[in-house]
């Protein structure tokens, strides 16, 4: 036994030793509450007992390198529920700072029963360049944890979390339709970014105020991502979209023209991930996963317009920004998203969260998309004319 468990062992005779006086001085109650600590420093010299068996646990100051996380088992991304979370910190100067750089302290808090809970402290900033400076009350976050404290539990294995806050009051519902967005593009690809829904409780430690409650979403971080499906994200420059492997390349653009989005770009890497896949048949050509669709007709969020340049007045009007196929090559690409279609609605409709008119809204405009698609493959010859000659 090594000294760290000799102490744990030396911890849980001394608070035994207590209770005994507890329970000749005051009620059984405290008594009771006092035995539940015994427990719980077992579980944790158990816990201790069981990594030393198989090496040192991390000290404080280490943190898991992306191999690292490999064997651990991600799961804060795998249910479909809302994951109910507490965010303790100075709400007052995140929103007079609102500050990219410099993080504030704060407490996470998320149930593991109904009864039970932990506690995690953590420290966060505000992230997005427009929605932090110039739109959002309270701007989207990113959240740091010690890699340590996230072994076992919802959070395993991840140090940095983006968090898609409510950000205006009644912006609830742009929230929500761009969470769908991101299970769309699930159903399409596994190169794809995953995401949790959150009922956030956001309580402001520096002044009494009613808490704010909303929805919000977790994004699943780059690295998880990568190790997930075998890539490995890369910072190129000179880049266009000849670089991209086409069929990953033609799926996002088809994608972003269906929900209305015209937020992205490949050359400065704007609201895209570029991505290596080692040991591909083409190692020349990277990957692409999309990400951040807040600007796009689907969610029509009133403070979305499209870039000046562009050849349209509101995000709801659709415009092809891929390069340039042959006609049959668009023919079997879009064919996949006639394919996807019922699934796509279906999320939708299935979807509990989002009240009835929203939904009704998005499968209206996703409408827009298939009726094109139908009808002499209107669609096909909107791209031919759109699509960009590289």
């Not at 031919?384 to 000659?389: I, V």
Request: glycine letters at 4%.
């Amino acid at each position: 036994m090594s000294e760290n468990d000799t102490k744990v062992v030396d911890f849980v005779i001394q608070v035994a030793e207590l209770c005994i006086r507890i329970n000749l001085k005051y009620s059984a109650m405290k008594t009771k509450l006092c035995l539940k600590k015994i427990i719980l420093s077992l579980i944790f010299l158990l816990g201790l007992l069981s990594h030393t068996a198989f090496g040192q646990i991390d000290s404080e100051n280490t943190k898991f390198a992306v191999k690292d996380t490999q064997n651990l088992n991600i799961r804060l991304f795998d249910s479909n529920d809302p994951l109910e979370i507490s965010l303790r910190f100075d709400i007052t100067t995140y929103k007079r700072e609102r500050s990219d750089t410099n993080y504030l302290d704060a407490i996470l808090t998320y149930h593991t029963t109904k009864t039970d809970y932990i506690n995690k402290n953590i420290k966060l900033k505000a992230r997005g360049e427009i929605l932090r400076t110039a739109i959002c009350d309270l701007p989207p976050m990113s959240l740091n944890f010690k890699l340590k404290d996230t072994i076992g539990g919802e959070f395993t294995g991840i140090d940095e979390l983006k968090l898609m806050t409510y950000c205006n009051p009644g912006y609830e519902d742009y929230i929500l339709r761009e969470y769908l967005i991101y299970k769309l593009y699930n159903l399409l690809t596994d190169n794809s970014l995953k995401v949790r829904l959150l009922r956030i409780n956001f309580i402001n430690t520096a002044k009494k105020s009613k808490p704010i409650r909303q929805y919000g979403f977790a994004i699943e971080p780059v690295k998880l991502m990568a190790n997930r499906t075998h890539t490995l994200e890369i910072k190129p420059v000179n880049l266009s979209q000849k670089n991209i492997k086409p069929e990953m390349m033609d799926r996002l653009a088809i994608f972003n023209l269906m929900i209305g989005n015209t937020d992205w770009a490949v050359s400065n890497q704007h609201n895209t991930l570029i991505l290596s896949q080692p040991g591909s048949a083409q190692p020349e050509l990277y990957a692409i996963v999309p990400l951040e669709f807040d600007y796009s007709g689907l969610v029509n969020a009133d403070y979305a317009v499209p870039y000046e340049n562009l050849p349209i007045n509101t995000v709801r009007e659709r415009l092809y920004m891929g390069m340039c196929r042959s006609e049959e090559v668009y023919k079997n690409e879009v064919r996949e998203f006639a394919e996807k279609k019922d699934e796509f609605y279906k999320l939708i409709n299935d979807f509990q969260y989002l009240n009835p008119k929203s939904k009704e809204d998005m499968i209206d405009y996703l409408n827009g998309f298939f009726d094109m698609s139908d009808k002499h493959n209107s669609i096909i010859h909107e791209m031919l004319n759109q699509c960009k000659d590289l």
